[in-house]
C-alpha cells in the first residue's frame, strides 16, 4: 500500500515489538488484533509523511481492507488487490492470504519449517541469526541494498 515506508513502518515495529509478542496480544480477538495493528500501522504512515492528505482513521480504513475477510462485518475487499495477491471477494479470507500462502509454499519447497530463516531476493541467507542486534541487521541490509 505504502511502499515509501516500509522501512519507517518495519523500524517502528521492531522498536515497539514487545507490544505485539505472544503474551500481550493472546487474549485479543482477531479483529482486535487487526483493529491493534491497523491503528500502529497508520499512525506511523502518518507520522512518516507518506498518506499525502488522508488521516490516520482514512489509512487504517485502507489498511484494514487487505486484514478483514470481506464476508464479515467492516470487510471489504480492496478491488486492486484481485490481480495483485490472487484472491477475490467472494473468498470469504483475507486479501493477504494468498501472499502468505505463498511465502510460506516457497520456504516449504526449500525444506524451511521455521524461523529464523531468513531470505533476501529468493536467496537464503544463511549467515543470519536470531541473535543478531540492530547494528547486525543494519549492515546486513546497508550492504543488501546498495
Known amino acids: 500500500l505504502y511502499p515509501a515506508s516500509e522501512l519507517a513502518y518495519w523500524t517502528a515495529l521492531f522498536e515497539q515489538a514487545p507490544r ?7 487474549g485479543k480477538t482477531r479483529g482486535e488484533f487487526y483493529e491493534d495493528i491497523g491503528k500502529f500501522a497508520a499512525g506511523v ?3 512518516a509523511g507518506e498518506a499525502g492528505d ?6 487504517k480504513g485502507r489498511i484494514l481492507q487487505y486484514l478483514i475477510p470481506p464476508k464479515q462485518p467492516g470487510g471489504h475487499f480492496p478491488e486492486e488487490a484481485e490481480p495483485l495477491l490472487g484472491s ?12 502468505t500462502k505463498q511465502t510460506v ?9 521455521v524461523t529464523p530463516t531468513v531470505f533476501f531476493n529468493g536467496i537464503e541467507q544463511a549467515q543470519i541469526s536470531s541473535e543478531w542486534k540492530e547494528k547486525e541487521w543494519r549492515d546486513f541490509l546497508d550492504r543488501a541494498l546498495c
Open 45 to 47: 504512515l502518518v507520522a
Open 88 to 99: 477475490g471477494p467472494e473468498d470469504d479470507e483475507n486479501a493477504l492470504f494468498p501472499l
Open 54 to 59: 488522508l488521516g490516520e482513521r482514512e489509512v
Open 20 to 26: 505485539w509478542y505472544d503474551k500481550e496480544v493472546y
Open 105 to 113: 509454499k516457497f520456504a516449504r519447497k526449500r525444506g524451511v519449517h
